[in-house]
């Protein structure tokens, strides 16, 4: 429940935008409802006779299609049952929850949260969850299902808002989704587009670019965020959200000798199954390592990399066994099951989510809407004559703009970069420089847009707190560290700029041509 007492224009701000967001529908049926606009604006567009031209692909026209002719109506009907498979977060949500789950179930989790909550100085919890958030973007989107949950439970353990300890865990997962201190699946996914679409202004640039281009900035970029982050934790969210009236608490007492028993033999098994997991790299012949090679591009784009999702619900499925086991929770085979299943079942609203919201993100995609929104954000960019700061200032509000319509990163870099680095080195800009500028863009506004694939995620895990947790209260909570995290990120940009330091190895701000 948020706290009674509003104080100050920003606040005011907030509630009119829980307010306001809380008027929608329920997730499910704002993801219906969404799918069918995006049908009817398919047709009525289309019939207009809208045409872009395809970015990167001279002379090829693109036209928004229509999905309520025969053809389009063919699409829904035989797509619907791929469109509900393929949404992104269903396989990777469900297979992490599978260990997860039993983790928590079994009682691992509460354990070891509680040893660590009352080993840990208080004051260094807030900044080591958004830590751990942003750095979790190397598992790629594991994060998401992992942190917020169990930031929840951290800060419910402390007596503070669990609200806000999910709040901060997901600002750190997705709003510092771009940066990191190590390279991670984000980078190359990203940096291959960006090089092709170099290439289409200036190839021997392009051959001259590699995917670290923006190391330099994301490393610097952690410790910021960790520590505007925790302000915008602790002196915004959590007065907003005052005290927690729920019934759901966790218990501080200490430990019992059976539970660090089983802690031991737990951390034991997550170690073992960690040395298996490098094993399965590191050797020579590896199965998953891939291509021979130590180039860092090589072993991010292993497939190593490609299954870090199983690895990780491995490696919490494993311990909470062993946990289970020697501190009697699990006595036989059907123990495990029934745990396995009350964790399935207790994802039963996601699942169903995910059919509408599946549904939603295909008709946009296949109706080519997207990339025509795209198009005319760069005429509009290009139209209004801008230059140097207010240029890129522009040009991260545009790419903001554009990710509050298109959730996937890569879909939307896919069809931004053959547009806007070409425009941006034309006039004067690194294609690293147009890339990191996208990037702040696109992780600060991931939390506040609903169609983010992992927005209704999150706002399960949230219910689970308050059950009248709506898209509107979820938005107004995750605003404050949009707006610090722009702002302060923007901030440190523009004095990379002004300084002239490389954004990664051999990636200067400017281009000269």
Known sequence: MMAKERRGFFQRFLDMIERTGNRLPHPITLFAMLAGIVLVLSALISWTGVTVEHPGEEGEMVSVQNLLNAEGVEYIFTSMVDNFIGFAPLGVVLATMLGIGLAERTGLISAVLRGFVLSVPQKLITGGLIFAGIMSSVASDAGYVVLPPLGAVIFAALGRHPLAGLAAAFAGVSAGFS??????????????????AAAIIDEGYAETMNIAMNYYFIVA????????GSIVTEKVVEPRLGTYEGDYKEDLNGLEPIE????????????????????LVALPNAPLRGDEGDTVQQIIQSPFMASLVPIIALLFFIPGLVYGIVTKNITNDKDVAHQLSDTMASMGMFIVLAFTAGQFVAYFSESNMGLV???????????????????????????????????????????????????????????EMTQMAYRIADSTTNIITPLMTYFAVIIA????????????????????????FSIAWTIMLIIWMLLGLPLGPGSPIEYTG
């Open 461 to 484: 895990f949230a219910q689970k707190y308050d059950k009248n947790m709506g898209i509107g209260t979820m938005i107004s909570v995750m605003f404050p560290f949009t707006v610090w």
């Open 221 to 228: 970029s952690v410790f910021l965020l960790t520590i505007v």
């Open 373 to 431: 929104l795209g198009v005319y954000g760069a005429e509009f960019l290009e139209a209004a004559n801008l230059t140097g700061i207010p240029l890129i200032l522009g040009f991260i509000v545009v790419a903001g703009f554009i990710n509050l319509f298109v959730g996937s990163a890569s879909a939307k870099w896919a069809m931004m970069a053959p547009v806007f680095v070409p425009i941006m080195m034309q006039l004067g800009y690194s294609p």
């Open 260 to 279: 660090r028993k089983g802690i031991i033999w737990a951390v034991t098994a997550m170690g073992l199954g960690f040395v298996g997991a490098v094993l």
């Open 179 to 196: 940066a990191n201190l190590f390279l991670s699946a984000t980078d190359p996914m990203l940096g291959e587009l960006t090089i092709n």
